[in-house]
């Protein structure tokens, strides 16, 4: 068996903490079971979110563009190549004035690239990360041989306008995610690989595990979880989760994230059931 959880808003409480409790049934239930992540944060985020959790299985990674050990060694990585990125980025510049911020794959690590003109939200969202060494200036963004994701930050009105764009110039060659972040007052672009997304890593997840569809869960809140739900054999949405996800699901609980939801589930499925 397989769980696999997202985080922000689903494992995680809005403040990005994990409660006491949630710890312990996690690490509890982690030595009887598979327990996992899938997130739009890369490796270095989730390390500083989850410590005290007992991770012991591959991670999902930048929205699925990375499946990683917890160690941080890669497993499978879904990038955009140069040519591509750099088309992308020319055509935000030209037409919509738009500069991204890109997270790539160099020298065995994560990279963090942004413009030397950085609009209000980006300025914003960089200010959280200034601890963070591996995020640098690059005067002259480029796309790099592996890009992960590729990321605007703007008006909402614009998002769709652009998307469409984009969709328009790259057709199956991108995967474009258009959400309202419930962090910073914009509408975020993230465009990655078409295998990259959630949905297409935790099929590769359960190919690396030897798991069948049939024998995953997964939970999460938001319209970047309908793809592991497609591709998941049980569909849990939090009580907090949006409409759309909570008409895809099997179950939806009681409790939000703010209540411990999954480490409830988990309790009663996973260590109240052994004792049965």
């Excluded at 270095?44 to 989850?50: N, P, Q, R």
């Excluded at 999902?60 to 990038?79: F, Q």
């Excluded at 955009?80 to 738009?98: R, V």
Aim: proline share 2%.
């Amino acid at each position: 068996m397989l769980f696999l959880s997202d985080l922000d808003f689903t494992l995680l409480r809005d403040d990005t903490t994990l409660s006491k409790f949630t710890k312990e049934i996690w690490n509890r239930v982690s030595y009887k079971t598979k327990l996992s992540i899938a997130t739009a944060r890369s490796y270095t985020g989730v390390k500083e979110l989850l410590k005290g959790l007992r991770l012991s299985e591959p991670l999902i990674l930048l929205d699925g563009a990375v499946i990683a050990n917890p160690d941080g060694s890669i497993l499978h990585i879904a990038s955009i190549d140069k040519e591509l990125g750099n088309a992308i980025i020319d055509l935000a510049k030209k037409e919509f004035q738009l500069e991204p911020l890109i997270v790539a794959y160099q020298e065995g690590r994560e990279s963090f690239h942004y413009p030397k003109n950085l609009n209000r939200f980006q300025k914003e969202l960089i200010q959280t990360m200034k601890m963070r060494n591996r995020i640098f200036s690059d005067h002259k963004l480029q796309a790099q041989e592996q890009n992960l994701k590729i990321v605007y930050q703007l008006e909402s009105a614009l998002s769709f306008e652009f998307e469409e764009k984009l969709t328009k110039a790259f057709g199956d060659s991108i995967e474009i995610k258009n959400s309202k972040d419930p962090y910073f007052n914009c509408h975020f672009i993230t465009i990655l690989h078409p295998l990259g997304d959630k949905g297409h890593a935790l099929l590769k997840l359960e190919e690396i595990e030897n798991i069948e569809k049939e024998k995953t869960t997964v939970f999460g809140d938001s319209y970047n979880d309908i793809g592991i739900f497609e591709a998941a054999g049980k569909k849990v949405a939090v009580a907090n989760a949006v409409d759309a996800l909570k008409q895809r699901a099997d179950i939806v609980l009681k409790e939000s994230n703010n209540e411990d939801a999954v480490a409830k589930y988990l309790q009663k499925e996973i260590l109240e059931n052994t004792l049965k």
